[in-house]
């Protein structure tokens, strides 16, 4: 007699994120025909995992997507792919400005090595300082900052500050366990503080 099967098993982290978009009014779905979509209606279409690079995660990629909402603003949230043409460059300033917000609230919880970009756009992501929305000469900053003051108002900051800390709990807990190739050793081990 086959057993009955009364629950189903989620990635933790995969489970941390796709809550969090669900509090913050976004439906993900995921697709090998896309990489990342915002229909502007309340859908996020994610890439299958099997089209994902060997470091991408799906935590990772729903970061990434709030960070382009908090950097447009509530103008360009009811707009297909947050109002920004992702076949071209022309939106380089709006990636740059949303890769510094995402490396300034990984940073919060000292995951920006595990929350690295994906993408062609990765380089620039590798030459963030230290202080990613201290002023500066990039433009990019500026967006990047508003975007920083809509994280920290309802409704994104309760949700972002417990996935982050969830997620920072998760990583450093695997982080014993993971190789030297692993995202998970991209973490700092946690000091006396705790952090």
Do not use: K
């Not at 279409?45 to 099997?50: F, M, N, P, V």
Request: net charge negative; glycine share 6%; with cysteine.
């Amino acid at each position: 007699m086959p057993r009955e099967i009364r629950h189903d098993y989620r990635d933790p982290l995969d489970q941390i994120w796709l809550a969090t978009a669900a509090r913050l009014g976004m439906r993900v779905e995921r697709s090998d025909e896309v990489y990342a979509s915002w229909d502007g209606r309340g859908t996020l279409t994610l890439s299958d995992a099997a089209h994902f690079d060997p470091d991408d995660s799906l935590a990772q990629l729903v970061l990434h997507e709030i960070c382009h909402a908090l950097c447009e603003g509530p103008a360009r949230w009811s707009t297909p792919d947050w109002g920004l043409d992702n076949l071209t460059d022309a939106d380089w300033l709006r990636e740059h400005a949303c890769q510094r917000l995402q490396a300034a609230l990984a940073d919060t919880v000292g995951l920006r090595g595990f929350f690295g970009t994906t993408t062609d756009y990765r380089a620039y992501w590798d030459t963030l300082g230290a202080f990613p929305l201290a002023p500066g000469d990039d433009a990019a900053i500026e967006l990047a900052r508003a975007g920083w003051a809509r994280a920290l108002e309802p409704p994104f900051a309760e949700p972002l500050r417990a996935a982050l800390e969830a997620t920072a709990a998760i990583v450093r807990a695997t982080r014993p366990f993971a190789g030297p190739t692993s995202v998970f050793a991209e973490t700092p081990p946690l000091t006396a503080e705790g952090r």
